[in-house]
């Protein structure tokens, strides 16, 4: 069956180091990947978007990579700030007649310590 | 411009109850869709819809209904509340372009006592 992890439930780290985020995925085709980001209390927020044809996309401190042979992204957050504490969720978009619908990781809660 | 937007916030049920869930968005996206969380279960979808009067299961459609009589609107139908329901429930719509992110709600926390 299809599945999605992400690699840890929580993870903990000093502020400006980089906070590096699993999402593994196995039995899946993805024709792109998406990182959201949620706070407390709020919906997930949409942070970046990767297709399968992509190595690597950047924005501001994020980098995410997509290897579709190790069936894996990686979500990296440099020289991170107590402002980015949240919980962070990947989720996969078959493609095809999927209609726009997502599959979502379980989520890792990331704290960032001053 | 509001995007999307749950009513209640809160609620809390008596087992048998029914209630319907709120969505509305004001992006004019025909793709809309019900998750509901539980605590480090990630995202689970309900139902979806791609437009006006289609609506369609998820993974997880059971005692839940749907309807979309307009472009903006997309309620949620729980006919007989159980405990099992108790969670939280996030309302999201994107364009027809699949590629385009999802705008979430900020969800409704349902508790089935």
């Known amino acids: 069956s299809q599945k999605i992890e992400q690699n840890s439930e929580a993870l903990n780290i000093q502020e400006g180091k980089t906070a590096t985020l699993t999402c593994n995925y196995t039995?899946?085709?993805?024709?792109?990947l998406q990182w959201y980001r949620q706070d407390p209390g709020r919906g997930p927020v949409f942070l970046l978007l990767?297709?399968?044809?992509?190595k690597e996309k950047r924005k501001e401190r994020l980098k995410v990579t997509f290897d579709t042979t190790l069936k894996q992204s990686l979500f990296h957050i440099t020289a991170s700030q107590p402002a980015d504490s949240a919980t962070y969720l990947c989720?996969?978009?078959?493609?095809?007649?999927?209609?726009?619908?997502?599959?979502f990781g379980q989520g890792t809660i990331l704290t960032v310590h001053p | 411009n509001a995007g999307v937007t749950q009513t209640p916030k809160f609620r809390i049920l008596k087992i048998g109850q029914s209630m319907t869930l709120q969505c509305t968005q004001d992006?004019?996206?025909?793709?809309m869709y019900w998750y509901r969380q539980d605590p480090g279960m990630g995202l689970k979808l309900i139902y979806y819809?791609?437009?006006?009067?289609?609506?369609d299961k998820g993974e997880v459609p059971n005692g839940y209904n749907v309807s979309r009589s307009t472009t903006e609107d997309f309620p949620l139908r729980l006919e007989l509340a159980a405990p099992s329901q108790t969670s939280v429930y996030f309302c999201?719509?994107?364009?027809?372009?699949?590629?385009?992110?999802?705008?979430f709600g900020d969800g409704t926390r349902l508790s089935i006592l």
């Open positions: 819809s791609v437009g006006a009067g289609i609506t």
């Open positions: 999201a719509s994107n364009l027809v372009d699949s590629n385009q992110p999802q705008h």
């Open positions: 039995n899946y085709s993805p024709a792109y």
């Open positions: 990767i297709r399968e044809n992509e």
């Open positions: 992006m004019n996206h025909n793709y």
């Open positions: 989720a996969l978009f078959a493609g095809g007649t999927s209609y726009g619908k997502l599959t």
